[in-house]
């Protein structure tokens, strides 16, 4: 029965039940709350209040236990309406509000006072060569300001160019003074706009707030001591996974940690939790019927590139978590000496729920998660995978990638973000696909100059005798040279490409058999899998193919 959240007053006995197991899902939180209360007949309804209101009410199961008899006999879900005022926080902010406005209106004036001074300074000294170009009157003493407050009178006689010196100096003390202090008055100014729009929000909050509370009525035949359990979904609050994959050329695994993007959104503070994360959704199954079936004739869009950032197909599919933490053997020392200082441990989730559906991960040690709209990263697991270096290579992109072949192990990997490290230098960051269990994966880390790779049109013509018979045909051969610049002995995966057509009128053909042969040939996309290990320092691949029409049909891609 879904309950229908009202507007009341009720009165029982309220229930202190924190909040004692979270379950975050991608996309909403399961809570569950312990409580003991003594209840009897005089009062038979407990009361659990301040419920966020992202609560599904559908979602909301009490159950209880006591040392004696007693019976749930109902629960509403109501909505409180209430209005909460920090007025001691709210006069505070604006007595430190008005203290720092006091603060910005003396620096106001003397930046303006200082402006006034530094016009005055540089009218004096043009003042001083209109009167006295070439020197001071023995008779005649002049005093000028060198400073914010001091005085100083030029001895009689002295040069020009001498006191225009000195002018200088004391404007550009001035404009130093006037940098300085405008520098402060920018800085107190961001702090006046940041308390000013904490007192904004706190205004905001002066009003009337909804919050829920479950009713629960208990029907018990004498007074005793029962523990509740409520549980209840929210509609808010999410994690996301992210993993940081570490490679390392000299060994042929891969170490990946998974981590559990957090947000708590909730509005619930989660203090001292056992927590736990589901790869489940909240989002309800539909069944879609089959549509038509319609056949009809192709078209082909050859993608711009079958790799993104080196990877193999497209999207990077997602990686797996990270390596043991190693707590190696201390080594016997000599008497009194210090002890090597030792790693810290982190825990890590056991793991739970089905491979190929829902999985789910408990930390083994309690949290705490404070309430915001911030991440907190949550280390999940570590694990190490097998894995194989490679070079990756098209020549429409003309890039080479060094990249890694993984086996996944037992675990079923979401869709997220990696960061990939080489040891402890970051490498770079990109986007993972999902991965099934022991299914093999790309993950393309950086580009590459081992290998010198080249393509280039060797020779076309054109056959004179199909143009006689209204047919256009050409011939193509390309060459792709690679040559092998660091003696790399892996694989290079090449992916090229020659003309395809699906119309009757444009025919294109291989002519002769392509050494090496490719490991696939679809649509006209050309990959070859070479172990470098196995050939010349420098080697060439070949192919021909022609491409016929008939003189009348125009082309919608050019040939070269």
Same mark, same amino acid.
Request: charged fraction near 25%.
């Given at each position: 029965?879904?309950?229908? @959240?009202?507007?009341?007053?009720?009165?029982?006995?309220?229930?202190?039940?924190?909040?004692?197991?979270?379950?975050?899902?991608?996309?909403? *939180?399961?809570?569950?709350?312990?409580?003991?209360?003594?209840?009897?007949? !005089?009062?038979?309804?407990?009361?659990?209040?301040?419920?966020?209101?992202?609560?599904?009410?559908?979602?909301?199961?009490? /159950?209880?236990?006591?040392?004696?008899?007693?019976?749930?006999?109902?629960?509403?879900?109501?909505?409180?309406?209430?209005?909460?005022?920090?007025?001691?926080?709210?006069?505070?902010?604006?007595?430190?509000?008005?203290?720092?406005?006091?603060?910005?209106?003396?620096?106001?004036?003397?930046?303006?006072?200082?402006?006034?001074?530094?016009?005055?300074?540089?009218?004096?000294?043009?003042?001083?060569?209109?009167?006295?170009?070439?020197?001071?009157?023995?008779?005649?003493?002049?005093?000028?300001?060198?400073?914010?407050?001091?005085?100083?009178? &030029?001895?009689?006689?002295?040069?020009?160019?001498?006191?225009?010196?000195?002018?200088?100096?004391?404007?550009?003390?001035?404009?130093?003074?006037?940098?300085?202090?405008?520098?402060?008055?920018?800085?107190?100014?961001?702090?006046?706009?940041?308390?000013?729009?904490?007192?904004?929000?706190?205004?905001?909050?002066?009003?009337?707030?909804?919050?829920?509370?479950?009713?629960?009525?208990?029907?018990? &035949?004498?007074?005793?001591?029962?523990?509740?359990?409520?549980?209840?979904?929210?509609?808010?609050?999410?994690?996301?996974?992210? =993993?940081?994959?570490?490679?390392?050329?000299?060994?042929?695994?891969?170490?990946?940690?998974?981590?559990?993007?957090?947000?708590?959104?909730?509005?619930? !503070?989660?203090?001292?939790?056992?927590?736990?994360?589901?790869?489940?959704?909240?989002?309800?199954?539909? *069944?879609?019927?089959?549509? @038509?079936?319609?056949?009809?004739?192709?078209?082909?869009? =050859?993608?711009?590139?079958?790799?993104?950032?080196?990877?193999?197909?497209?999207?990077?599919?997602?990686?797996?978590?990270?390596?043991?933490?190693?707590?190696?053997?201390?080594?016997?020392?000599?008497?009194?000496?210090?002890?090597?200082?030792?790693?810290?441990?982190?825990?890590?989730?056991?793991?739970?729920?089905?491979?190929?559906? /829902?999985?789910?991960?408990?930390?083994?040690?309690?949290?705490?998660?404070?309430?915001?709209?911030?991440?907190?990263?949550?280390?999940?697991?570590?694990?190490?995978?097998?894995?194989?270096?490679?070079?990756?290579? /098209?020549?429409?992109?003309?890039?080479?990638?060094?990249?890694?072949?993984?086996?996944?192990?037992?675990?079923?990997?979401?869709?997220?973000?990696?960061?990939?490290?080489?040891?402890?230098?970051?490498?770079?960051?990109?986007?993972?696909?999902?991965?099934?269990?022991?299914?093999?994966?790309?993950?393309?880390?950086?580009?590459?100059?081992? +290998?010198?790779?080249?393509?280039?049109?060797?020779?076309?013509?054109?056959?004179?005798?199909?143009?006689?018979?209204?047919?256009?045909?050409?011939?193509?051969?390309?060459?792709?040279?690679?040559?092998?610049?660091?003696?790399?002995?892996?694989?290079?995966?090449?992916?090229?490409?020659?003309?395809?057509?699906?119309?009757?009128?444009?025919?294109?053909?291989?002519?002769?058999?392509?050494?090496?042969?490719?490991?696939?040939?679809?649509?006209?996309?050309?990959?070859?899998?070479?172990? +470098?290990?196995?050939?010349?320092?420098?080697?060439?691949?070949? =192919? !021909?193919?022609?491409?016929?029409?008939?003189?009348?049909?125009?082309?919608?891609?050019?040939?070269?």
């Amino acid at each position: 029965m879904r309950m229908k @959240p009202v507007s009341t007053t009720t009165e029982g006995l309220m229930l202190d039940a924190p909040i004692t197991d979270v379950l975050v899902y991608r996309n909403g *939180v399961k809570i569950i709350r312990t409580g003991a209360i003594t209840i009897s007949q !005089d009062a038979p309804t407990v009361i659990l209040k301040n419920l966020p209101v992202a609560i599904d009410n559908s979602t909301i199961k009490v /159950t209880g236990k006591g040392n004696g008899p007693g019976k749930i006999t109902g629960m509403s879900i109501e909505e409180i309406h209430g209005t909460e005022i920090p007025q001691a926080e709210i006069a505070e902010l604006e007595k430190e509000i008005a203290q720092l406005r006091a603060k910005e209106r003396v620096l106001v004036e003397t930046l303006e006072f200082l402006a006034k001074y530094k016009a005055s300074i540089l009218d004096m000294q043009d003042t001083f060569l209109e009167d006295f170009p070439f020197a001071i009157p023995d008779e005649k003493a002049v005093q000028y300001i060198a400073g914010l407050s001091q005085q100083v009178d &030029p001895e009689p006689g002295s040069s020009a160019m001498a006191f225009i010196e000195q002018a200088s100096g004391t404007a550009d003390a001035v404009i130093q003074h006037i940098e300085r202090m405008t520098a402060e008055l920018t800085t107190l100014r961001a702090q006046i706009d940041a308390e000013t729009n904490r007192f904004s929000a706190l205004q905001q909050k002066a009003g009337v707030h909804v919050s829920k509370q479950a009713v629960i009525a208990i029907s018990v &035949p004498e007074e005793a001591e029962f523990t509740f359990t409520i549980q209840y979904v929210l509609n808010a609050g999410y994690w996301e996974p992210i =993993y940081d994959v570490f490679l390392d050329d000299e060994s042929v695994q891969v170490t990946i940690k998974l981590l559990a993007a957090l947000v708590n959104n909730t509005g619930e !503070d989660w203090v001292d939790v056992q927590l736990g994360f589901s790869t489940a959704t909240l989002k309800p199954i539909r *069944v879609i019927e089959p549509s @038509p079936w319609v056949l009809r004739e192709r078209r082909v869009v =050859y993608p711009a590139s079958t790799m993104s950032y080196g990877v193999e197909g497209g999207g990077m599919p997602m990686v797996h978590a990270m390596a043991k933490a190693m707590a190696p053997g201390r080594p016997i020392a000599a008497a009194m000496a210090p002890a090597p200082p030792q790693p810290m441990e982190r825990q890590q989730a056991e793991i739970g729920g089905s491979v190929l559906a /829902t999985q789910t991960f408990t930390m083994t040690d309690r949290m705490s998660i404070r309430p915001g709209n911030w991440r907190n990263n949550v280390v999940l697991l570590e694990m190490e995978l097998p894995g194989r270096s490679e070079y990756f290579y /098209t020549t429409e992109r003309a890039t080479l990638v060094a990249q890694t072949v993984i086996k996944n192990g037992d675990l079923q990997l979401l869709q997220g973000t990696a960061k990939v490290y080489a040891g402890e230098a970051y490498i770079c960051e990109t986007t993972m696909n999902a991965v099934l269990p022991a299914e093999e994966f790309t993950l393309g880390t950086r580009e590459s100059h081992d +290998l010198k790779i080249a393509k280039k049109l060797v020779s076309r013509s054109t056959d004179k005798g199909g143009m006689a018979k209204g047919r256009v045909i050409k011939h193509y051969r390309y060459e792709i040279t690679v040559e092998n610049l660091a003696g790399a002995t892996n694989d290079l995966v090449l992916v090229d490409r020659m003309p395809f057509s699906d119309s009757e009128l444009v025919k294109v053909q291989a002519i002769g058999d392509i050494k090496p042969t490719p490991v696939e040939n679809r649509l006209g996309i050309l990959k070859w899998r070479i172990p +470098l290990g196995s050939k010349d320092k420098k080697f060439t691949i070949a =192919y !021909d193919y022609e491409v016929s029409y008939d003189k009348g049909v125009i082309l919608d891609t050019s040939l070269p």
